[in-house]
DNA sequence: TCCATAGTTCTGAGATAATAGAATTATGTG
DNA sequence: CACATAATTCTATTATCTCAGAACTATGGA
């Protein structure tokens, strides 16, 4: 990831309403949740719910499928992981043995990445 | 961490130049670097330099103290850690075993947080 | 086809943030 | 004290973001 992508997902989620919006998607995993429910969740009138969920979806932080009269959105885990590794990165100035869990960390999660047929068995 | 501050922190970070900033400090370690060092090495001016730092500081995202002329900022590597957890707390809707690694890198990843004294032991 | 439901897009007014020039404050040195 | 250096604060212009009302598009069922 490089800065000009981390900016647009960091200023995605520097907004109350999208920064829960995205932590309810990741709370749901995989499986997502409909535009509507998202706005039941967190009470949001739906012309508000849909631009926001438009700029996460710019910022590649979610996806979106249609399904019937609903769309459903989910976090895409691969942007979160790749945007915290590109903050965290080169942490505590060249120290790697103190860094290195993160590291390993960052890479397991990346197991979440959201690939349909991955995501039932791991997540 | 909750919403208000993880938000404040994000959106300071959602700013191509807030981000080089921060970047620029935490691969700095916890010695830190002079207002002056930061505005020669990533070309920026005076008074928008210092409007960004103020707008990291506020963010909880920077420390600094003065030493003679110059005034020497840090990254905080605890609002880093704090802010990391934050946005992928939940993860994979509630399947521990996967992200189980996450947090316990998260936690490792505390012991960079800038208490001087143990600054330069571990980092 | 007609209607209800689910979301999105359009629009404009108000608020907030970004930028850089100029002036100001604080520190150290001759 | 006078001067240079290091950073900050003031200011005004410009650009961008936010929000909600209203209209629009897409899907499914009677």
Redesign the interface.
């Known amino acids: 990831m490089e800065?000009?992508s981390?900016?647009?997902?960091?200023?995605?989620?520097?907004?109350?309403g999208r920064?829960?919006i995205f932590?309810l998607l990741?709370?749901?995993?995989?499986?997502g949740l409909a535009a509507g429910e998202i706005a039941r969740q967190l009470g949001m009138v739906p012309n508000s719910l849909s631009a926001n969920l438009n700029i996460l979806s710019r910022a590649n932080l979610t996806t979106s499928h249609r399904d019937g009269r609903s769309i459903i959105y989910q976090a895409d885990?691969s942007t979160?992981t790749a945007?915290?590794g590109?903050?965290?990165?080169?942490?505590?100035?060249?120290?790697p043995e103190?860094?290195a869990?993160?590291n390993?960390?960052?890479s397991?999660?990346q197991?979440?990445a959201p690939t349909p047929s991955r995501q039932k068995e791991?997540?």
Do not use: N
Request: charged content about 10%; hydrophobic content about 45%.
């Open positions: 800065s000009k981390a900016t647009l997902s960091l200023s995605a989620l520097g907004h109350e920064l829960a932590r990741v709370s749901a995993g995989p499986t885990f979160m945007l915290v590109f903050l965290v990165g080169d942490c505590c100035g060249g120290a103190i860094c869990p993160l390993q960390l960052l397991q999660a197991q979440c791991l997540c």
